[in-house]
């Protein structure tokens, strides 16, 4: 065998231990990426419309009309939610129930 050849117990090994290397980064970006998701989402509303909630996906945007309205102005405009909401806006996500509040209902 030559010298520089891994025997299949050293190869083992060594995957293995680039398993756990790949894995803990991994671990480690999915951490950073909730971090980030959570930031984002504390910094936008979420409004109501008819008992439903909807999230803010943006934090200014121009009406058909033309005028600019920010997520916070959007929170206190009922009209304007409910607009937005008929035309099935991209600016609104609406926010499922867990499967637990839905089985109670």
């Given amino acids: 065998m030559a010298e520089n050849q891994e025997t299949p117990e050293q190869k083992v090994a060594r995957l293995e231990k680039e398993l756990a290397d790949a894995n803990g980064i991994i671990s ?3 951490e950073q990426l909730a971090t980030a998701e959570l930031r984002t989402a504390g910094t936008l509303p979420v409004v109501k419309h008819e008992k439903e909630q909807y ?51």
């Fill in 55 to 105: 999230r803010v996906l943006v934090p200014t945007f121009t009406d058909k009309t033309g005028v600019k309205h920010t997520a916070a102005d959007l929170a206190k405009n009922s009209t304007l939610i409910a607009q937005l909401v008929a035309e099935g806006s991209g600016i609104l996500e609406k926010v499922e129930k867990p499967e637990k509040e839905k089985a109670s209902k």
């Fill in 28 to 30: 480690e970006q999915t």
